[in-house]
């Protein structure tokens, strides 16, 4: 009997068993185990959330001093304790009390669905409970789904998605904060009595100050590859809000969904409110390790295209900015190939006839070619780009438009705008957002891809921006009784947009870009292939963003690009080596204008695009293995993945800090085989001598074990010695 059948046995069995011993329902995946009490006629109870459990000690486990609290807390009948689901009645009566009606199952291919139907014991009020336990992924979402058949409409109040409890102890949180330019930091805390709230309200974009992903550590401070650990990601692409509640209990109270802040929702009779998945993984292998569980599930089952290799390409923006035009386009594009690239995507700035599109503050919502500077429009481009062997990509920002459009002229009642008020503007002092819950934007924005791809089907790739949260609250579409929806109804419309785009063009690569990293989430991507992880392509700066950033999402969907030097958004002056060293730690890429490089540099560039060929695959569908922490301040940061098999890896190591007799670690391996050999190969190298390990082997253990010793400087000529260093190894198996 192989392992799958295994499996399946032992997840029926739990079932059954569940169902004989006081209704428990038992969700597993590989590793994991969910442990329900769904007993009929009385209120669900979550019972355990942690490491796989045997039939066993399933059978035993209240027992061993399980938890008994409600699986989803419901508002009215124990008003101190913090809540779920939150509601007023037509009647006025604002409690509830839920009892289980009956669990239903039910299995597809990669998935156990488990649905507990859930009833008020007065009202005909309803919520069904869902779980998506994944057979070869140590994931589970959760979510609800609210319904009623009442005669008038129940106003929400409070919707999460999910409740968990958390037992008390030394528990840490880490989680991801920041702002423009600054996303993806990485902040680690013990949980001490109160309430931890992290929130959006931004509208549009929610990834830019806080995350909707968290890690709790169980046992104590957090370590990356040891000790048990809890995930759990909001896929959700609107306001979020995740509370902690440390009260007087044994446990942590853990709810995560929609911001419910004027948001409340009046649902219709019939009408099902279905909140946002939540994603759980456990881990006992720590962050890491919950690292990697996430980064599996999200390529197999949310990223666009997520076992489909990326392109590596040039982006035109920290080019040439809006200097847009038909040679400095095709100069780039032969550049690119030069170097061994395969993408040119041409940004902003190609646009707009009565307003040309020369700066941030028009133009948004015309979207038609320039012919000023690009007289013989997108086809000359695609000729170009077919000429030099590369794929052509582009730039659009269509939920947005500027009062200076001819878009605004025709339909000033399309943006959000509060009634009898002036709009408040965004970037540029003109800019605007639409209105996505009106069906015609809906069309409107659709046709904005679907006539640049059926006019030109050979465009391989769309940049899609959103530089504007939304800073009015009102709908022209919206009734005067649900304005309180706006929110909600943006992102559904966006969803839908983007679920039509994707059916039409399912092949097409698009970039989440929001003024950077503000859509990095789960909702966005099962219909992006990647998102730009911050507009600061620093270097340094990078190693902090990109780190935390890897703690939910993989290195696929993590574009991260060579820039120029000094730096355009800090001025740093970071060597090309070190600043290539960072970007193929992501979706490597160039953002740069190449004819102001050397001969040398596009040399080195060039050298590092062919390494990078060779290690794609371990980078962009590895396991990662967070090392050394930049946030420990030790002088450096290093990580390294490997691949499913352990017979290749790659080790990035990264100085951080810049001192005479400095002491960095001595950095030790992880995620390898410690019975093979590996042979070690440098990528990337300047040193005029290779490292004493070059073309050596070793054992996996000794390298877990000891690790090698990295120079804290490279050894090249005195003329380009500088203060950076960092190193670029291939691991690989001796057969």
């Not at 009390?97 to 008020?120: C, F, H, P, S, Y």
Request: charged letters at 25%.
């Amino acid at each position: 009997m192989n392992y799958k059948t295994r499996f399946y046995l032992a997840a029926g069995l739990s079932l059954m068993l569940g169902n004989l011993w006081a209704q428990e329902v038992c969700i597993s995946t590989p590793q994991s185990s969910l442990v329900l009490s769904a007993e009929t006629g009385q209120q669900l109870k979550f019972v355990y959330y942690g490491d796989r459990l045997s039939d066993t000690d399933l059978k035993n486990l209240n027992a061993a001093g399980s938890a008994t609290l409600d699986a989803y807390p419901v508002y009215g009948m124990n008003c101190p304790s913090e809540t779920a689901l939150a509601v007023k009645h037509a009647d006025g009566n604002m409690s509830l009390q839920m009892e289980v009606v009956k669990v239903d199952t039910d299995q597809t291919q990669e998935a156990n669905l488990t649905t507990i139907q859930l009833k008020d014991k007065v009202y005909p009020f309803y919520v069904d409970v869902c779980y998506k336990a994944y057979k070869d992924v140590d994931v589970i979402e959760t979510w609800t789904e609210i319904s009623h058949n009442e005669k008038k409409p129940v106003v929400l109040n409070q919707f999460a998605s999910a409740y968990l409890p958390i037992r008390r102890g030394n528990v840490w949180l880490s989680s991801l904060s920041g702002s423009w330019a600054n996303e993806g930091r990485l902040v680690q805390e013990a949980l001490t009595p109160g309430m931890k709230i992290i929130k959006n309200k931004d509208g549009v974009r929610n990834s830019h100050t806080a995350h909707a992903e968290v890690m709790f550590s169980l046992d104590g401070k957090p370590q990356e590859n040891t000790g048990n650990v809890i995930g759990a990601a909001l896929c959700y692409t609107g306001n979020y809000k995740l509370r902690i509640d440390t009260d007087d209990s044994e446990y942590h109270q853990f709810y995560a969904g929609i911001n419910e802040e004027n948001s409340a929702y009046n649902l219709t009779k019939g009408e099902k409110f279905q909140t946002p998945p939540l994603a759980l993984t456990y881990s006992q292998e720590g962050l890491s390790g919950a690292s990697r569980n996430f980064h599996r599930w999200g390529r197999s089952y949310r990223l666009a295209h997520g076992n489909t290799p990326r392109k590596i390409l040039l982006n035109s923006w920290e080019g040439v900015y809006f200097d847009i035009n038909q040679a400095g386009m095709d100069q780039m594009m032969g550049d690119i190939a030069s170097m061994g690239g395969e993408l040119f995507v041409m940004d902003d700035g190609w646009f707009g006839d009565k307003y040309p599109r020369n700066t941030d503050n028009s133009s948004l919502g015309d979207w038609t070619v320039d012919k000023r500077k690009l007289p013989e429009g997108i086809e000359g481009l695609l000729r170009d780009a077919k000429k030099h062997g590369v794929n052509f990509g582009i730039w659009i920002e269509p939920e947005m438009s500027n009062t200076t459009s001819e878009l605004y002229e025709k339909h000033p009642d399309w943006i959000l705008k509060a009634p009898e008020r002036e709009p408040v503007l965004g970037r540029g002092g003109t800019q605007v957002v639409l209105d996505l819950a009106n069906p015609e934007v809906q069309d409107f924005i659709f046709q904005i891809v679907d006539n640049l791809m059926t006019s030109y089907p050979e465009i391989d790739y769309i940049k899609w921006d959103a530089n504007m949260g939304i800073m009015n609250h009102g709908s022209n579409y919206l009734t005067k009784d649900n304005q309180s929806h706006m929110y909600i109804e943006y992102h559904r419309g966006f969803e839908k947009v983007c679920q039509r785009i994707r059916a039409k063009y399912p092949d097409l690569t698009i970039q989440a870009c929001a003024s950077g990293g503000g859509r990095a989430n789960w909702g966005c991507l099962p219909y992006f292939d990647e998102f730009w992880v911050s507009d600061n392509t620093d270097a340094l700066q990078r190693i902090y963003m990109q780190w935390g950033t890897s703690y939910f999402f993989p290195a696929i969907a993590m574009a991260s690009h060579i820039s120029a030097a000094p730096n355009h958004q800090t001025f740093r002056t970071i060597p090309l080596k070190y600043r290539i060293d960072v970007a193929m730690s992501g979706r490597l890429g160039m953002e740069i204008q190449p004819k102001n490089m050397t001969d040398e540099e596009k040399a080195l560039c060039k050298q590092a695009i062919a390494d990078y060929k060779q290690i794609r695959p371990i980078v962009q569908f590895g396991d990662i293995y967070r090392l050394v922490s930049p946030y420990d301040h030790l002088g450096v940061a290093s990580l390294m993945y490997t691949t499913p098999k352990k017979d290749k890896a790659v080790f990035y190591w990264w100085k951080t800090e810049h001192f005479v007799n400095e002491h960095l670690p001595r950095v030790k391996m992880a995620g390898l085989n410690p019975d093979k050999q590996y042979r070690i190969k440098e990528l990337n190298r300047i040193d005029n001598q290779p490292l004493s390990f070059e073309g050596k082997s070793f054992s996996g253990e000794f390298l877990m074990s000891n690790g090698l010793e990295i120079p804290y400087k490279h050894t090249v000529d005195y003329h380009k010695q500088n203060d950076y260093a960092s190193r670029v190894l291939l691991l690989e198996e001796v057969r």
